[in-house]
């Protein structure tokens, strides 16, 4: 898969707004970025896809799971911020873990 | 100084947070406010006084969020007997009421002192919605 990262912006605390894209697909990705020793953790992350109905779980997760690598940690947690709209709103979707 | 409230999805929330920074916003804080709004459906922002408060608005309710501009308190602070006397009190009764002791109340209404930015807010609260201030300041008895 051709995959690429790049940050739009990013505030001198952890704040950061990016693009993660295989080629086909692009998400807009805004998200506090916290690393702990060997873990990296994507928190309170918004997802914003270039075109109607891209943001899917499973999308996601196959452009989440190149993310590791670049970032220079063992795991990568990916912690969605509070849904509203599609299922679930009004709750936090479950963390997905990368190892 | 903005009141922001969610009024439906936020299907495009990294449009959202990137309007409220060219607002002025940080990225930090516009991401805290988008964080608030998904969570309680509201925010309160400090946006750039050079700002286009009517455009941002236009913009911010495409995208299911009003937005309400701040009053400033110290639109109460200069007509305190006026506000005192449209509803019919006296110092005493709208010193008592809101909790102010009526000596101080005195000295802001013959422009001594001012009021703090809080008490002015409630000045005001009590200015526009009166009844629901004297409830919200009361229990019942039994």
């Known amino acids: 898969m051709d995959f690429s990262i790049e940050i739009l912006d990013a505030d001198v605390g952890n704040t950061a707004l990016f693009t993660i894209s295989d080629g086909s697909v692009a998400f807009e990705v805004l998200a506090e970025v916290i690393f702990e020793g060997s873990v990296g953790t994507l928190r309170n992350v918004h997802v914003q896809g270039s075109g109607a109905n891209s943001v899917g779980p499973a999308r996601l997760i196959r452009l989440c799971r190149p993310v590791r690598e670049p970032l220079g940690v063992q795991e990568l947690r990916v912690e969605g911020a509070t849904r509203t709209s599609g299922s679930g709103p009004g709750r936090r979707p479950r963390a997905l873990v990368f190892r | ?142």
């Not at chain 2, 509201?42 to 009053?71: E, K």
Request: with cysteine.
């Open chain 2, 1 to 142: 100084m903005l009141i922001l409230h969610r009024t439906g999805a936020l299907d495009r929330p990294v449009d959202l947070a990137r309007r409220l920074v060219a607002a002025g916003l940080s990225l930090p804080a516009a991401h805290a406010a988008l964080n608030r709004l998904a969570e309680t459906d509201r925010a309160v922002c400090t946006i750039d006084g050079r700002a286009d408060v009517r455009a941002l608005a236009r913009d911010l309710r495409r995208m299911n969020v009003d937005a309400r501009r701040r009053l400033a308190p110290a639109a109460a602070t200069d007509h305190l007997a006026e506000i005192r006397n449209r509803h019919g009190l006296s110092q005493r009764e709208f010193a008592d009421l809101l909790g102010l002791d009526v000596r101080t109340l005195q000295n802001w209404e013959q422009g001594r002192n001012r009021p703090d930015s809080g008490t002015a807010s409630l000045v005001l609260l009590f200015d526009r919605a009166p009844e629901l201030v004297a409830e919200l300041l009361s229990e019942p008895v039994v």
